[in-house]
């Protein structure tokens, strides 16, 4: 069974994309966009507005959001040559990883960075940052290569503002490589859920960009209870399946953050049917369940989920949900604290046996990407199906364009 996923070959997972079905500038209003709906039950695809979202759902189910929120990760500096170098903000290295720490800091951190032009990068760059009628003056001093990133150190004299306070007033928001134009004002709030919470992405759980404060008090009003949990975006989300089969594909880690309210909560709400919104709550919420099931069966490494392991671990599978979440409830007890926090590699191929998640909502994917795969997971070979539809009734596709719902 192993061999049969790691050979699993990425050209079958290809489709026609042109550069004109993608969508560079969001709708016009958030809930506006198309929404397409697939009810597998019923072999039905119907065609709306994500404003009619409501219609198609139920007091019987439930949503879940990822509430992380996209951090102005790039930088242009200029070197004191003039030269243009681009700082893109991957995670947190020192004095911490975590990134809801790291963002409160005050006078230095250092971070995992990409860096364009790093040729001309030779000496500390300065980069000024006029905050509340100040300038704010930072040094940053880039470290050794490793894989492709550098370690970058940040400093500042001025220790009343914080790292989230000067990357914000300086920084752009991080539009996804395909986007094929500079972030501009409306990208702020427009490449933002909005219920975005805890600073830490580097990409937008995009699926999560239809929804508006009046849609989710509409679907509060109908008995379709919403929950949220974590899941920092990386810049691997966007990094291209470059090998012939999936074998040789290095997923990206990933930082989860999910409360002990949360866990109770899926519990209780086990004869619902959940609807994860978007990849990363899909990741997210399955990544949970290996990472309880590891504890019931005191295995090691319980915090971190690996890419392979549930495939070769066949015994993670035979552990029920129930059995999970109450070994995650008994680990948090011990540990004193109502907070999980995990990091994920899991790859959801179709051969994936969910656990947690019975639909999805989400966006039209990357033709040979790991998010084709996972959505392949809930469709099978009617991806290929849904996709020409949508490619011939006018969907705009990938982070800014239509949306998506899979229902079992």
């Not at 990741?283 to 490494?301: D, Y």
């Amino acid at each position: 069974m192993t061999d049969l996923n790691r050979n699993i070959r990425i050209e079958d997972y290809d489709y026609p994309l042109p550069e004109s079905r993608i969508a560079f500038y969001p709708a016009a209003h958030r809930d506006d966009s198309k929404l397409l709906i697939y009810n597998k039950k019923e072999d039905k695809i119907t065609d709306t507005i994500f404003h009619q979202l409501p219609d198609y759902l139920s007091s019987n189910q439930w949503l879940v959001f990822n509430n992380s929120k996209v951090i102005h990760a790039r930088l242009l500096v200029h070197n004191t040559t003039g030269a243009a170098i681009e700082i893109f903000c991957l995670e947190p290295l020192a004095p911490t990883n975590d990134p809801a720490v790291a963002f409160t800091l005050r006078g230095k951190v250092t971070w995992k960075c990409m860096v364009g032009n790093a040729r001309k990068w030779k000496h500390p760059l300065e980069i000024e940052v006029p905050i509340d009628k100040r300038v704010v003056r930072i040094k940053a001093e880039r470290g050794d290569a490793v894989e492709g990133t550098f370690e970058v150190t940040f400093t500042w004299s001025d220790t009343d503002i914080s790292f989230a306070e000067w990357i914000e007033a300086y920084g752009k928001v991080p539009l996804p490589p395909y986007i094929h134009r500079d972030a501009d004002d409306h990208d702020i709030e427009r490449y933002q859920t909005v219920y975005a919470l805890h600073d830490g992405s580097v990409a937008a759980p995009t699926a999560g960009l239809h929804f508006t404060d009046e849609l989710l008090q509409v679907l509060n009003t109908k008995g379709v209870e919403t929950e949220y949990v974590t899941l920092h975006v990386g810049a691997g989300t966007f990094k291209p399946v470059s090998s012939d089969t999936i074998g040789d594909h290095f997923m990206h880690e990933e930082k989860i953050i999910i409360t002990e309210n949360f866990v109770r909560k899926l519990l209780n709400n086990r004869k619902k049917q959940l609807i994860a919104v978007g990849t990363t709550v899909t990741r997210t919420l399955e990544s949970l369940f290996v990472i309880g099931a590891k504890m019931h069966l005191q295995l090691e490494n319980t915090l971190e989920v690996d890419q392979w392991e549930t495939y070769d671990n066949p015994k993670i599978h035979e552990v029920s949900v129930d059995q999970s979440l109450n070994a995650i409830l008994n680990y948090l007890q011990s540990q004193g604290t109502d907070m999980l926090r995990a990091c994920t590699r899991l790859i959801i191929l179709p051969t994936y046996r969910r656990h947690i998640v019975d639909g999805l909502i989400t966006n039209f994917h990357q033709p040979k990407s790991t998010l084709l795969l996972l959505i392949s997971n809930f469709l099978g070979n009617e991806w290929r199906r849904i996709y020409k539809h949508a490619l011939e009734n006018n969907y705009r596709f990938l982070s800014y364009g239509d949306s998506n719902l899979y229902l079992p």
